[in-house]
């Protein structure tokens, strides 16, 4: 069974920082794109990072671009996303999701999500 | 950037079949996927590609795609049905991934 968990949100005062962790099972990690995907209280998904299946390439929203990192880690089987300055506007649900990219484009599955917080 | 435009909200009554639809320029080179989200829960795929359904969902979950557009069209409406529905697509650069705005649908 294919689960990922996602940790690490909480409160934070603006421009500090955050590290969120995706632990992933029942799949093999390494051979997949992972996404980070966000979700603002009351408002639709949107799209934050991701990262290609050997950790090699790395794209970014343009909000978050300079200020988020995402990284993975194969022996753990764990994607990580590295959130540094951050805004009140950041304040959302983040989601990791697994992605199948040969052939069509699409995330078959989803964590449950972990609320960060950004506010003094 | 791309972007996907989706009708804010969208009725339907019980038993009828419903048109949910995504329009953007990405969508003339890449296929759309969609999402239903209920509330407090995470998004789930429903409908990826061509003519794609993941195991589980039921067969009254079905989807075209015109130019510019994608419809995910649900063939008699439960009320199990109501959520949030969100379609996906790479953006024409390829190297970012965009959604549309989502469609909250309601069954009457």
């Known amino acids: 069974e294919v689960q990922l968990v996602e940790s690490g949100g909480g409160l934070v005062q603006p421009g500090g920082s955050l590290r969120l962790s995706c632990a992933a099972s029942g799949f093999t990690f390494s051979s997949y794109w992972m996404h980070w995907v966000r979700q603002a209280p009351g408002k639709g998904l949107v799209w934050v990072s991701r990262?290609?299946?050997?950790?090699?390439?790395?794209d970014y929203a343009d909000s978050v671009k300079g200020r988020f990192t995402i990284s993975r880690d194969t022996a753990k089987n764990t994607v990580y996303l590295q959130m540094n300055s951050l805004r009140a506007e950041d304040t959302a649900v983040y989601y990791c999701?697994?992605?199948?990219?040969?052939?069509?484009?699409?995330?078959?599955?989803w964590g449950q999500g972990t609320l960060v917080t950004v506010s003094s | 950037s791309s972007e996907l435009t989706q009708d804010p909200a969208v009725s339907v009554a019980l038993g009828q079949t419903v048109r949910i639809t995504c329009q953007g320029d990405s969508l003339r080179n890449y296929y759309a996927s969609w999402y239903q989200q209920k509330p407090g829960q995470a998004p789930v795929l429903v409908f990826y590609g061509k003519n794609n359904r993941p195991s589980g969902i039921p067969d009254r979950f079905s989807g075209s795609s015109s130019g510019n557009t994608v419809s995910l069209t649900i063939t008699g409406a439960q009320a199990e049905d109501e959520a949030d529905y969100y379609c996906n697509s790479r953006d024409s650069s390829a190297h970012h991934v965009i959604f549309g705005g989502g469609t909250k649908l309601t069954v009457l």
């Open positions: 999701a697994k992605c199948v990219s040969t052939g069509w484009y699409y995330f078959d599955y």
């Open positions: 990262i290609n299946s050997d950790g090699s390439t790395t």
